[in-house]
Every structure is written in C-alpha cells, then in structure tokens.
C-alpha cells in the first residue's frame, strides 16, 4: 500500500507541477486558467472521495449478492445528538476466498440490528449463515434488502 500511496502523491506532485508551469509561464488567457485551477482541484476532490474506498474506510457500496457475516458493529441512533446511528458490517463476500473481509456501513435499522446480532451469536456456537441480498420489501430478501440463511459447513465451503 505504501508504493501506491507513494505512486499516487507523486502523480499529485507532477500535475501541480504542470499546472504551475501553465500558470506562471504562459500567456493564456487569465480566465482559461483560472478554469485549469478549477478543473485541477476538482479533479482532486474526485480522486479523494475515490481513495476513501481503498483505505480501510466503511464502503457504502451495497452489499454483495451472497456474503458471510464475520462481525457487526452497531452505532444505534441518538435523537438528542442528531445522530442517526449507523451498522458497519464485516463481509467475506461468497466465493471470493482470496480477497480480503471488506467493511460495509449500512443505515441503522431495528430488525437488520437484531438479525445481524442473532446470526454473529449464533456463528460463535458454530452455526453457519449466509446473507443474500435482494430487493427490499420481497418476500426472499426481508424489508430491508438483506435474509440471513442457515446453512450447513459443507453448504459453506462448496460455495467459496
């Protein structure tokens, strides 16, 4: 990870080096380069909230398909503070042994709290789950989008 943050801030260092040189250097018009600074810093600001999916923060992408629960962490919401609260789940996403867990954030919801805490007690005793994901409201998926289904160690392992 070191060598492509290192790879990433010297591609920064050279674009704001290019944009320096076309600012102080050229005879272009002031408002076409005042857009260059704008565009640059844009650009930036995209490139940030992009990398804030590869450095170990919460994605709020959505769940995958079919995925194992390893742990949930759960932030209920607090009125009187204007906190909403929010779920982060750990998630080994079904048949993808060779990539790592992967941090979601969900927004908190009383019956997925208390599904997501069944499942993590009961996975402690050795039962086995896997979630799916689906439309919420169906039948299959729950009214949040997301079922929990008990299954067995071999049911666990043929699918990963």
Request: hydrophobic fraction near 40%; charged fraction near 20%.
């Amino acid at each position: 990870m070191t060598a492509a943050i290192l790879g990433l801030s010297a591609g920064f260092i050279l674009v704001l080096l290019i944009l320096l040189l076309l600012v102080l250097k050229t005879t272009l018009d002031w408002r076409l380069k005042l857009l260059a600074i704008l565009v640059s810093t844009g650009f930036y600001w995209v490139q940030y909230t992009a990398l804030l999916q590869y450095g170990g923060w919460p994605s709020e992408d959505t769940l995958p398909d079919e995925f194992v629960l390893i742990a949930s962490h759960v932030r209920e919401p607090d009125p009187g503070k204007g906190d909403e609260g929010g779920m982060y789940w750990w998630v080994h996403q079904s048949g993808a042994l060779d990539q790592p867990p992967r941090v979601y954030r969900l927004p908190y919801r009383v019956e997925l709290h208390q599904s997501s805490e069944k499942v993590v007690q009961e996975q402690k005793q050795g039962t086995q789950y896997v979630g799916r994901t689906g439309p919420a409201g169906s039948p299959s998926s729950g009214s949040f989008g997301v079922k929990f289904e008990r299954i067995s160690k071999s049911q666990r392992h043929s699918k990963q």
